[in-house]
Each structure stands twice: as C-alpha cells, then as structure tokens.
C-alpha cells in the first residue's frame, strides 16, 4: 500500500490562491464602477439631447428664432443642471447648445442646429 505524503493544500498554495481570487474580485470591481460612470455619463448625454430636441420643436412652434440662454436647471430628474444658449444666424436657422459638467467634472456640450 502506497501513502501519498501530501495530502490537501499546504498554507503557500492556499495563500496564493486567495491572493489570485482577490486581484480578480478588484479587478470586477473597477469595471463595475468604470461601468456605472459611464452610463451616468452616456444618460446625461441623452438628457442633454432632448433638451436640445425640445428647445428646437418649440421653436419650430414659434415659427421663428429666438436667442437667448436657459440655465442653468435640471430639466429632468437627475441632478445634473445644464445651460441652454439658443443663436441665430438668420430668423430660421437656430443654432441650440447645451452644455454641463458631468459627474467627473469635466465640461460637456451638444450643439445642435436645423432650419425652422
């Protein structure tokens, strides 16, 4: 009959097997984060872009341009306040920006321009 001399995991392999589930646990945990940063990013981007949309279809209502700056406020739920300047280079052709600091302080803009 044969023993085996080694029998389970010794205390290095079990050691080294922790801090390999561990790197790997950090690193699923910086993606999550890298994840939700950027689809904060990617919904204020959104937001900013139906604001933009509505500026225009209500003036499209007006039936004419009109300058003029908005802002800044939270148009929507979130907390994120954005600025709204509307620019005319002629009486149908409204230039509309919005522009926000995101949630990782940097500053954003949409520029957004169509004919009336």
Request: some cysteine; proline content about 3%; overall charge neutral.
């Amino acid at each position: 009959m044969t023993r085996h001399l080694q029998s389970g995991l010794s205390l290095v392999e079990a050691l080294i097997a922790i801090v390999i589930l561990s790197i790997g646990l950090l690193g699923a945990t910086k993606m999550q984060l890298n994840l939700h940063v950027a689809s904060q990013v990617a919904r204020e981007r959104v937001e900013a872009m139906a604001y933009a949309r509505n500026k225009i279809e209500l003036l499209r209502d007006a039936g004419s341009c009109s300058a003029g700056t908005e802002g800044p406020t939270t148009p929507y739920q979130g907390s994120t306040a954005y600025t709204l300047t509307v620019t005319c280079s002629s009486s149908t052709l409204p230039v509309v920006t919005v522009a926000w600091t995101d949630s990782r302080g940097g500053s954003n803009n949409v520029v957004l321009q169509t004919n009336l």
